[in-house]
Antibody
């Protein structure tokens, strides 16, 4: 069974860069669409972006595109999120997720990690 | 800015049937949008239910079904159980990017 686990600091200061990593077990990150999604407290889900293969295709939410970088390390079976110039509006639970063969969309989710942006 | 619209809230009685819908600001939702549906309970990560508009995952209960209904994607729950009370989100694909709907809070009462 594919499992995903987010890791990274639970806090960030305004104007800093938020960095999170997703470790995948029971399956690979290679040749799959690996996504980041976030959910502000009490609000809905927002797709941040995905990466397909290390050094390969990325696609980002237009509203976040200027601040987001998603990368992949296939040797560690991980993918990562960097979100720059954060503000309080970036406070959210951040989820990593992955699709599967024949499944266009999102199939597997991490448990999520809360990142609070505060000085 | 593409907007995906869902009913903010719906109420259904136990054993009843309810249909949740997912509309796109760009027009009719077709299979080309690869509609996905997710269930999220309080304090939990979302769980995938439907992909490709109509396809269930191995863990999706039989009472859940996906369809294209008119110009929208739809999720129908037949024989609703108390444990189906949750927030439901749809997800649509737009030429590489994905957009979530705002979610439907389903109350079983």
């Amino acid at each position: 069974q594919v499992q995903l686990q987010e890791s990274g600091p639970g806090q960030a200061k305004p104007s800093e860069t938020l960095s999170l990593t997703c470790s995948v077990s029971g399956g690979s990150v290679s040749n799959y669409y690996c996504s980041w999604i976030r959910q502000p407290p009490g609000k809905g889900l927002e797709w941040i972006g995905y990466i397909y293969n290390s050094g390969g295709t990325t696609n980002y939410n237009p509203s976040l595109k200027s601040r987001v970088t998603i990368s992949m390390d296939t040797s560690k079976n991980q993918f990562s999120l960097k979100l720059s110039s954060v503000t309080a509006a970036d406070t959210a639970v951040y989820y990593c997720a992955r699709d599967d063969i024949g499944v266009s969309g999102i199939m597997y989710w991490g448990q999520g990690t809360l990142v609070t942006v505060s000085s | 800015q593409t907007v995906v619209t869902q009913e903010p809230s719906l109420t259904v009685s136990p054993g009843g049937t309810v249909t949740l819908t997912c509309a796109s600001s760009t027009g009719a939702v077709t299979s080309n949008y690869h509609p996905n549906w997710f269930q999220q309970k309080p304090g939990q990560a979302p769980r995938a239910l439907i992909f490709g508009a109509i396809n269930k995952h191995s863990w999706t209960p039989a009472r859940f079904s996906g369809s294209l209904l008119g110009d929208k994607a739809a999720l129908t729950l037949s024989g609703v159980q108390p444990e189906d009370e949750a927030e439901y989100y749809c997800l649509l694909h737009y030429g590489g990017a994905w957009v979530f709907g705002g979610g439907t809070k389903l109350t079983v009462l």
